[in-house]
């Protein structure tokens, strides 16, 4: 029998368990193969005692539905920068990964499947440098990664938010308010476009385009002169203005290098009130709600397909891949160049453009 191993890592992601499921049934249709899941990314590994679960179909019968991951996940394990207490108690990190390649083959593992974003991706590509057979499958809920033109949980997100401004469109309707929506998107405002054409928003602002303030409160001032007497703004997270920086704090975990971005919704809300805006604004940050629960129908297809895509690759010794889904089709391409580049929005792409067609602002024309 081989073993393969399976982690996820980085933020969770409605899918997670769809594609653990996919590569246990496959590995039980095709026979030869035994599933081993990682607990919280490579933790699970590193750990004293180990947490190491065996994964088989009973045990994952039926998780496609379920939001999460079973086998857990962290922002806390890069092997690659792993922290380490000093004497003095204070915190440095380490470069730890030969002794996660080392232990991953002494426990018999045969190859790897690496379930996570850019961050992760990078962890497989080191490991797969150090002779681990390794394959990656892409997730993120921001949809950030270039070498795929969907990842799963994106749509989930989506569903998730243009459900709640549908909500706050009714708000604001009967109280004449501005309302922004703050949704998630560190450096790509794929979510917050996509409910904005999908909810049917005002004003839509993007990471990819800095906003001018003045553009903002011409746009509402519009809005109100025309007669209709409310607004409705969606901002991704990782938007800015034009004359500063997006919102973040330095994260406060040991061993998660990450900004934690968000308040971006009450800074605007703070500059449109300074610049006089008659109407109430209030503001709604969604945040983690957006990763969590059940994935929609198709990202469970998606995350389904890519599992199953995943157990093909190392089954036929095809390591140092990522999953991709191209062109309607699931595919793979070489992990260092799905990490060579973000999926920014550009401004020229079509869904931009259909915003604009339809008068939705970016905050940089009148
Ligand atoms: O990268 C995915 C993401 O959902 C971002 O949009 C967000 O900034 C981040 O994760 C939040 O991560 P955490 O779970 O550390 O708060």
């Not at 949704?183 to 999908?198: E, F, S």
Request: hydrophobic share 40%; aromatic share 8%; proline share 3%.
């Amino acid at each position: 029998m081989k073993k393969i191993l399976v982690a996820t890592g980085g933020g969770d992601c409605p899918g997670l368990n769809a594609v653990i499921r996919a590569i246990v049934k496959s590995a039980d249709m095709h026979g030869g193969w035994e599933v081993y899941g990682s607990i919280e990314a490579f933790n699970g590994v590193l750990s004293e005692p180990t947490e190491i679960v065996r994964l088989t179909e009973s045990n994952t019968a039926g998780i496609h539905v379920r939001g999460g991951t079973i086998i857990r996940t962290t922002n806390k394990g890069n092997p690659l920068a792993y922290p380490v207490q000093l004497p003095d108690s204070t915190w440095t990190t380490k470069d730890i990964s030969g002794e996660l390649v080392q232990k991953i083959r002494d426990f018999g593992f045969d190859a790897v499947v690496n379930i996570g974003g850019d961050g992760s991706q990078k962890i497989s590509q080191a490991l797969f440098e150090q002779g681990l057979n390794i394959i990656g499958v892409p997730k993120t809920i921001d949809n950030d990664l270039s070498a795929t033109d969907l990842t799963f949980g994106f749509s989930t997100a989506v569903q998730i938010a243009t459900d709640s401004f549908d909500k706050l469109v009714t708000t604001a309707e009967s109280h004449h308010r501005v309302m922004i929506m703050e949704v998630m998107g560190r450096d790509a405002g794929w979510i917050a476009l996509h409910t904005a054409i999908a909810g049917g928003a005002e004003i839509c602002l993007i990471p990819e385009i800095p906003y001018d303030i003045e553009k903002v409160t011409w746009k509402i001032n519009k809005r109100y002169n025309d007669g209709r007497g409310f607004v409705n703004i969606v901002v991704a997270e990782g938007a800015r203005p034009l004359e500063g920086n997006v919102m973040a704090q330095q994260a406060k975990d040991v061993g998660d290098e990450h900004l934690k971005l968000g308040g971006i919704a009450n800074y605007l809300r703070c500059q449109i009130e300074k610049i006089g805006c008659e109407a109430q604004v209030r503001t709604t940050i969604l945040g983690h709600v957006q990763r969590g629960g059940s994935p929609i129908a198709f990202d469970r297809i998606l995350a389904t397909a890519m599992g199953v895509k995943a157990f093909e690759l190392m089954d036929s010794g095809d390591f140092g891949k990522m999953v991709t889904y191209k062109n309607n089709e699931i595919g793979s391409v070489a992990i260092t160049e799905a990490i060579s580049r973000y999926n920014f929005l550009s401004p020229a792409h079509y869904l931009v453009r259909t915003a604009r067609s339809l008068g939705v602002s970016f905050g940089d024309w009148m």
